[in-house]
């Protein structure tokens, strides 16, 4: 089966890039957010590739 595609609204990226942006400056590094967007990635490549995970929705 082909992977499912995952579309971000854009608050949804604008959300995300508060937050990244967040913790970067708490931080005073780049390290967290790195490991925040590293995850984020791993979990959206997992619900794209996993049939049966994930929120139905209308569309």
Same mark, same amino acid.
């Given at each position: ?32 957010? $790195? #490991?925040? /967007?590293? =995850?984020? &990635?791993?979990? $959206? #490549?997992? /619900?794209? =590739?996993? &049939? ?8």
């Amino acid at each position: 089966m082909a992977n499912k595609k995952i579309i971000w609204s854009d608050l949804a990226k604008s959300q995300f890039r508060d937050i990244l942006e967040f913790y970067i400056d708490r931080n005073e590094s780049a390290t967290y957010s $790195l #490991k925040l /967007l590293e =995850e984020t &990635e791993h979990l $959206l #490549k997992t /619900l794209s =590739e996993s &049939e049966f995970i994930g929120r139905l929705t209308s569309n």
